[in-house]
């Protein structure tokens, strides 16, 4: 197959995720059930993008740059944070745990 059936076949909405290195050691510390939500998750962003991902499952989060909070039906206790980087790439940032979330805001807030 060569590149412009490749193209043709990719939806016209997918985007790229690139995991960086820290982001992929904190996922690969999660469980292996933990592990498959976050594959799925992100295979939703690649579909969708943080702005068309179903309603309640991506937030922007208030911060000084653009960070999006994606949320795991099927794993609660994890969140990943993303980014745009790149028209079209969405990079993880971090895979945190609800109540580190809280603390680190909480900590900003005060």
Do not use: C, K
């Not at 997918?14 to 939500?37: C, H, R, Y």
């Not at 653009?66 to 990943?80: H, K």
């Not at 790149?86 to 005060?110: M, Y």
């Amino acid at each position: 197959m060569d590149a412009l059936e490749t193209m043709a076949q990719r939806p016209v909405n997918e985007w790229d995720v690139v995991i960086p290195g820290e982001a992929g050691a904190a996922i690969s510390q999660l469980t292996d059930a933990e592990q498959q939500a976050v594959r799925r998750g992100l295979t939703i962003l690649e579909t969708y993008g943080v702005y068309g991902a179903p309603r309640g499952m991506v937030d922007r989060l208030d911060s000084a740059e653009p960070l999006y909070l994606l949320r795991l039906p099927d794993a609660p206790a994890v969140r990943v944070v993303v980014r745009v980087v790149h028209d079209r790439t969405i990079e993880v940032e971090d895979v945190v745990r609800p109540t580190t979330l809280r603390n680190v805001f909480h900590a900003h807030a005060s």
